[in-house]
């Protein structure tokens, strides 16, 4: 039989016994400790609880900031003679180093300046030796023969939990200045190309590419290309060919077999239907066809997720996949209004926040996935249709944010509108000055209605081919742009 037991965090005392050290930082502790001890107020200013003393590696700070928590708590303030007397009312003294050592704490500080940055730094080990502990433990269990799923699911979770995002992480100016100008050097080499291209020359002059800690915003009415565009992406994040990085892809509207067909038609050039009826025989070309695209299509790094709708396991999942292929560089999230179909979820505008809220800080914003995250959102939830003008599209970008009451169009670092003006609304007799022009058939026009860092002209509407059909969307050549692109004037 399967042992199925469930084993606690590996004690800290078992990693110490390893034979390489676990990742600590013990003078950095006594440092932080001493500031505490000279500016009580740094328990509030650092934002601290009663359960932080468990980042602290050696066990006699663990006791010492314990019960320096104890006196804050009690409004008593905290120098060596009160804590020194809170360990002996505690029965503690010897297990904190004894008077000795706790005179030694404040020797070497004349300031506490450097509080938050011992803070990051000591809460960086103890991530570390969580990971650590974490590995440990499903090491042990695997040993034991339990069930490889169960310890894999169980891992995931715990590590997710660690959320290294939050860790307080400080960087002097320097490290900041650094970093960038390696980016601006591999910039250089690159020509001025992105690291991770959109894939598309029109998307990219929007976005600066897909960068890593960013998100954009796909927004559009339902059946207007959102899903298209999002999978054409996909393909080109992803072709080994070209860029040969992975993708992952949470669809809360069409299930795995749906995309699946959308990216065989995408690439074969045949009709997505055929994949899912056709009146008439199956010639030996169309087979012939379909056999060759799903092997080009099985090559792609494309993780497919349908059963993430909550946020531990959207965090588990984007986990896995980055362990998985660390070249992950893109994570879609289709029909973000879906995420929860419970019905007190699409009421309350407090989820919807908190849901932007973990899609940009604790994935986008999280340097450990060094993902851009893309959100398709529709926004037949958010702007009212006497808000739509002629083109179909918000009449301004303050309607379209004011009207999103998830809080994503804020947080976004570009927002692009999608709209196909040849397409009538469901209820035509609410859509003023509905365009029927069959030179805009064919076509699907990017609006881009907000970017932090770029001055691109938010009112020109930039078209691309739009092959609905086969789920193709295209560049057209400079010169079809510049005849087809629409400026406007609202």
């Not at 995931?156 to 050097?185: A, C, G, M, P, W």
């Not at 250089?188 to 890593?212: C, F, N, Q, W």
């Not at 702007?383 to 970008?397: E, F, G, H, L, R």
């Amino acid at each position: 039989m399967v042992n199925r037991s469930r084993r606690g965090p590996v004690d800290i005392e078992k990693l110490k016994s390893a034979a390489k050290m676990p990742p600590a930082a013990p003078e950095i502790e006594q440092y932080l400790l001493g500031s505490l001890l000279l500016d009580n107020a740094l328990f509030a200013k650092l934002n601290l609880h009663e359960g932080d003393g468990q980042i602290f590696f050696d066990k006699k700070h663990r006791t010492i900031y314990e019960e320096m928590y104890h006196l804050f708590t009690e409004g008593i303030p905290i120098d060596a003679i009160t804590l020194y007397r809170q360990l002996e009312k505690a029965e503690k003294t010897d297990e904190a180093g004894g008077a000795v050592y706790l005179a030694k704490l404040t020797e070497d500080i004349s300031s506490s300046a450097n509080a938050q940055y011992h803070l990051a730094i000591i809460k960086e080990k103890w991530a570390g030796r969580e990971i650590i502990s974490t590995a440990m433990n499903a090491a042990d269990r695997a040993y034991s023969n339990e069930d490889p799923y169960d310890i894999a699911q169980d891992t995931i979770q715990k590590l997710s939990r660690i959320d290294v995002s939050n860790l307080t992480r400080v960087h002097i100016i320097n490290d900041y200045s650094t970093e960038s100008l390696k980016n601006f050097e591999a910039l250089v080499e690159r020509k001025g190309a992105p690291l991770v291209s959109m894939g598309y020359e029109e998307l990219d002059e929007i976005t600066h590419g897909a960068r890593p800690g960013e998100m954009t915003v796909f927004a559009a009415r339902s059946t207007h290309g959102k899903t298209t565009l999002a999978l054409n992406v996909a393909y080109k994040i992803a072709k080994p060919e070209t860029q040969n990085r992975a993708v992952l892809y949470f669809s809360y509207e069409a299930g795995a077999e749906a995309l699946i067909h959308k990216l065989w038609a995408m690439r074969s050039g045949l009709e997505s239907k055929l994949f899912r009826y056709s009146k008439g025989e199956y010639t030996q070309e169309i087979i012939d066809k379909t056999h060759k695209v799903v092997e080009e299509v099985k090559s792609l790094k494309i993780i497919i997720d349908t059963e993430s709708r909550n946020y531990k396991s959207v965090v588990a999942s984007v986990t896995a996949a980055k362990s998985m292929y660390p070249e992950l560089s893109m994570v879609f999230f289709d029909n973000i209004q879906n995420f929860n179909t419970h019905e007190q979820f699409r009421k309350d505008e407090s989820v919807y926040k908190e849901l932007a809220q973990v899609l940009f800080h604790d994935i986008t914003q999280n340097k450990s996935f060094g993902v851009h995250t893309t959100v398709l959102n529709q926004i037949d939830d958010w702007v009212d249709v006497k808000k739509i003008n002629k083109y179909q599209i918000p009449t301004s970008a303050t309607d379209l944010a004011d009207d999103d009451k998830s809080g994503i169009s804020k947080l976004a670092d570009n927002v692009i509108f999608l709209t196909q003006p040849g397409l009538n609304f469901s209820d035509a007799t609410k859509a003023p000055g509905v365009l029927k022009d069959k030179d805009y058939f064919g076509k699907v026009f990017l609006i881009n209605f907000k970017t932090r860092n770029n001055e691109l002209a938010r009112h020109t509407m930039i078209p691309l081919e739009f092959q609905g059909a086969t789920s193709r969307i295209l560049s057209f050549s400079p010169q079809k742009r510049k005849e087809y692109t629409i400026e406007l004037d609202v």
